[in-house]
């Protein structure tokens, strides 16, 4: 079993489909921690993770997740980026101020007085 842990942000808002196990939420999340190129994961939940993606998710979120990648090999035989199911997934906190917060803050941090 390959597992996944990494901290990354979300590069689109989640996308909710039906599959015969019942409703998935997929999501894309980026990571560049570990070198200058992107890595790009794609994430499926199910059941309460599932839920939980949709109320408090969208494009942006820092999120913190653990998956279980399921890789695989494409019709010529090249193996391919994996994609994962989700085990565990938690929302990253941006210090307690918001970008709208921060950036208002450089204004005033700006004013002559």
Known sequence: MNILTTLGNLVADPEEAQTNGGPVTRIRVADDAYSRDVMYWKLSAFEERHRRLL???????SVLVTAELKPYK???GKWRQPSGVIQSIQFASSGGKGKQQQQQQQQDDNLPF
């Open 55 to 61: 109320s408090k998710a969208k494009k942006g979120s």
């Open 74 to 76: 494409d019709d010529e």
